[in-house]
């Protein structure tokens, strides 16, 4: 039974890794930080299945200890601060988390257990101001936000660890990836929270920023196993993982509003407050290699993801109500 340590294990893609993990026979242990209320509401179908340690990413004598304690085969590194708007707030601990974390847990590797091998989340927001479209393994960055700068650092010191102390270590460089467990603060569940509660009649309209930006968007459960099959692969490598589609916030507000038989334009408001300081008008991807390379293909659909997505709000607040 081979062992997963998974940072980050309680948001959105930990939770879905989890239980990929959990079906491929692993035993599956999770980083969480000691909190006063931990947020476990992703894993409580699976809590019994795994195990979860007290680990910080700030802190290398913590991550040293989980790791000479766990042994892991593999580790997964999605843990980060993630909100893009936030990272503009607190830059400091953006980088601290999204970028220092990164060569904590790989000094860790290095000094403690070598051979394990290590994925590292890259994101698209990496691509920034986009220098090519659509963006490929060999497109030049130009990140837009600290979240962005903390993202290159950390994808950058991977490739570095791999080529200088030949770590198994790859970066995933994933475009945007959405589902019902997506935190309420990212826009995607922002619209398709806002629609179920204007339709049930708890909200009246729903506030957003640049409704022309575009974004390359999949199903979260989809790109977790594009994780997993890079990790399988005899040779490490970094992959671009999306879509190859592209869609507007525009166009994710009518899908989720028409969904409830809503016309958006009825209560969708533009608000400044809401534009970020330098923004990312579009990030597509060209996935071609990790379909060639690895026979990795999305499954569910931009429609069917954002429907899925509505009827989760849907059901979660008429249970509230």
């Known amino acids: 039974m081979p062992t997963a340590l998974i940072t980050g294990i309680t948001g959105q893609d930990g939770s879905y890794l989890a239980e990929l993990l959990l079906e491929k026979g692993y035993r599956v242990v999770g980083v969480a930080r000691r909190t006063s209320s931990p947020i476990y509401w992703r894993l409580e179908h699976i809590l019994d299945k795994i195990e979860i ?13 989980v790791i000479q304690e766990i042994q892991p085969d593999e580790i997964y ?18 980088a601290e988390t999204t970028g220092m974390g990164v060569v904590r847990l790989l000094e ?33 960055f130009y990140p837009r936000s600290p979240y962005g700068v903390a993202k290159v650092y950390g994808h950058y010191i991977t490739v570095n660890y ?26 995607t569940r922002k ?19 640049n409704l022309e930006s575009k974004r390359d968007w999949g199903f979260a459960k989809d790109y977790v196993r594009a994780m997993w099959m890079m990790m399988q692969r005899e040779t490490p490598k970094d992959y ?13 507000c009518e899908l989720a509003f028409g969904h409830l038989n809503l016309d958006y334009q009825d209560f969708v408001k533009k608000d400044p407050r809401f534009y970020r300081p330098a923004e990312v008008d579009l990030l597509l991807a060209d996935p071609a290699l990790a379909r060639e390379e690895l026979g ?13 997505m509505v009827d989760a709000d849907m059901e979660r607040l008429e249970k509230a109500k």
Request: aromatic fraction near 8%; glycine fraction near 6%.
């Open 77 to 94: 590194n999605l843990a980060a601060q993630s909100f893009v708007s936030t990272s503009w707030n607190q830059p400091i601990l953006t």
């Open 162 to 187: 791999r080529e200088s102390y030949d770590i198994h270590a790859v970066s995933g460089i994933l475009f945007n990836h959405e589902s019902p467990r997506r935190g309420i603060e990212f826009v």
């Open 108 to 140: 860790a590797i290095k000094l403690t257990k070598p051979d394990t091998k290590f994925y590292q989340a890259s994101s698209s927001e990496m691509f920034g101001k986009v220098q090519e479209t659509p963006q490929t393994e060999t497109t030049i």
């Open 240 to 252: 671009v993982i999306g879509t190859g589609e592209t869609h507007s916030i525009r166009e994710l």
């Open 53 to 65: 340690v007290s680990g910080d990413l700030h802190d290398i004598g913590s991550i040293i200890r």
């Open 296 to 308: 990795w293909e999305p499954e569910v659909s931009f429609k069917e993801m954002v429907e899925m």
């Open 191 to 209: 619209v398709t929270d806002g629609a179920a509660r204007i339709k049930l009649e708890i909200a009246n309209e729903l506030r957003l920023g």
